[in-house]
């Protein structure tokens, strides 16, 4: 597992929210920019490049999935360790107030972490418009 010092739990959660996070569009595009504040609501149009690389980064990066693009290498290493972290956890994984006990029964869920980045690529590939 590339991650020796987190807790499985923690993992899991972390990839969970990942595969639903949905950003506004373009705004990790202008955390990377020169001027964030300036390209927050107003980004330049897409780069005219000849370069793939540079054209195909625009693009990620004004994605609303732009942090799956950017965690990209760490999604392939999770997706094909070798031990995957799994558990059973609640099905929502965050709690109010977890001092205030619940009258409903909790439902529980398999999470694994290889599924879990495995689903995160399907999602880039969607974004890419690649069939899967």
């Avoid at 029964?105 to 999602?123: E, G, I, P």
Wanted: hydrophobic letters at 40%; glycine letters at 4%; a positive charge.
């Amino acid at each position: 597992m590339p991650f020796p010092r987190a807790r499985e739990e923690e993992v899991l959660y972390v990839l969970n929210k990942l595969l639903s996070l949905k950003l506004w569009t373009g705004s990790l595009w202008a955390s990377r920019s020169e001027n964030p504040s300036n390209f927050s609501s107003n980004m330049p149009e897409l780069t005219k490049s000849t370069d793939p690389q540079e054209r195909a980064r625009d693009l990620a990066y004004r994605s609303q999935r732009a942090h799956l693009f950017y965690c990209y290498n760490l999604l392939i290493r999770v997706a094909t360790a070798a031990k995957s972290a799994t558990a059973w956890l609640p099905e929502k994984l965050i709690v109010a107030d977890p001092t205030v006990g619940s009258t409903e029964s909790t439902q529980y869920v398999h999470y694994d972490s290889r599924k879990l980045a495995t689903a995160c690529l399907q999602v880039l590939g969607q974004e890419m418009g690649l069939p899967w």
